[in-house]
């Protein structure tokens, strides 16, 4: 029988040979939509609110916060590209982790993924009801009672807007996952477009004096004012939860996660440069809506901000829609390794999705959107994603020294440098997290070991693979045979010819989804 640490850090073997995990999820995302679902996750409501929090901690110097955050964002989405191509399979870092860190150490990935994406679907969802209230109001004269506005401890019942949102991404995705990508390449479009508008209108009250005290607080106010805008490009990884579900995964996850990050850093840096270039930097502290008041200061009129209002809506439809998509992804290829009920990888043969587990997690997500306040929400996303970024660069460091063979269509450079300063930039960034933050993320972590101690470990797949013999490990990380366990499986009863190596076969209910009659 193995033991506990055996048990606790056995990893999952990965495709070889250029092979993909096989999956009764549709391959029907193509690099630009991949694109885009990385663009669609990342650029929402940071944009069009974070200069008010970030100009008067950088001033103008701002710029440099919006490029350091791009890199440091940068560095963790390089080693998301080098592990999507040679581990192109659903669940984000959570499936990485399994392949390289251990069994456990996905749980504890897994915890940080759930806050990452549950959460702050819901976060998204409660701020997207505000602009709608706006908006309609300005258009129509029409306005949400109060009562059906707010969370009860607002002073509301339930925020209406908030899961008719979540309700209305949940029917998307139901629906299936080539309209839904189609449905936020368009949104994506959209905003941009919009943001574009802005910068076209705002550069007509260009002022180069804005810039003349272009660093008032120096190389610190530079460096606070990149912890705050950081946060802004929290959904890049988004990507890397389409694995199962991406045409040519291993060529085009890595293209799409480099092409969302150069994208989304040039639209900030513009958006930021414009907006100093038209409003000085004393203007920004604790304006609200800010793009949308720029725009109506230098044409005297509220229209502009009506658009900008519009774009924020759509924007953070997208949003909402990408980061309830990567949840329900995360939770499939949890359940397909036996981490989480087989009802979260049941696919509906006819629209190749995983409706119940679609439908279970906009439930959850609606009612927490609908009850709960955006402040409570929004508190615990960014250190489950800095974690995650974290177990993602230690990965990346471990896969090529257990498996430097296994093919990999994008290679980070310069050896460990860039992982090893993705989880300094992390750590550096966390340190400055209210310790109430990092108490209760302990908390909800010691929660999800425990439950895959009790329950997780006893169902895993892998382990009862282990178990019956089909996969023979001697220890962490190794087969009986000597060869490393993110590379071949040796099938038990299977005889091995002196200088042979065992042909890999894929292991039953290791890649395969449900196929939505409950039973794998």
Known sequence: MASLREQLFRVKPVPRDGGESESALKRSIGLFQLTMIGVGGTIGTGIFFILSEAVPVAGPAVIWSFIIAGVVAGLSILNYAELASSVPVSGSSYSYAYSTLGELPAMVVAACLLLEYGVSTAAVAVGWSQYVNQFVKNVFGFEFPPELLYAPEAGGIVNLPAVILVALCGLLLIRGTSESAITNTVMVIIKIAVLGFFVAIGLTGWNADHFADFAPFGLTGIMT??????????????????????????????????????????????????????????????????????????????????????????????????????????????????MAPKVFQRVNPRTMTPVANTIIVSVAVAILAGVLPINFLAEMTSIGTLAAFISVALAVMILRRREPDLERKFHVPFGPVIPILSIVGCLWIIKDLRPITIIVFAIWTVVVVALYLIFGRKSSVLGEQIKTGLIVLTGPGKYADGRSAAGETRVAGEAEEPGRRAEPEAAPGAGLADDGRGER
């Not at 705050?228 to 291993?250: C, H, M, Q, W, Y």
């Not at 293209?255 to 270039?277: E, M, N, W």
């Open 225 to 338: 004012g990149a912890g705050i805008i950081f946060f802004s490009f929290v959904g890049l990884d988004a990507v890397a939860t389409a694995g199962d579900e991406a045409k040519n995964p291993r060529r085009n996850m890595p293209i799409a996660l480099i092409s969302a990050l150069v994208i989304v850093t040039a639209v900030y840096v513009l958006v930021a440069v414009t907006a100093l270039g038209a409003q000085s930097p004393e203007r920004f502290e604790g304006q609200s809506a800010g793009l949308s008041a720029i725009l109506e200061n230098i044409l005297g009129a509220s229209w502009p901000g009506t658009v900008v209002a519009a774009g924020a809506i759509i924007s953070i439809f997208s949003v909402t829609l990408v980061v309830l998509y990567g949840q329900t992804r995360i939770l499939f290829a949890m359940s397909r390794d036996g």
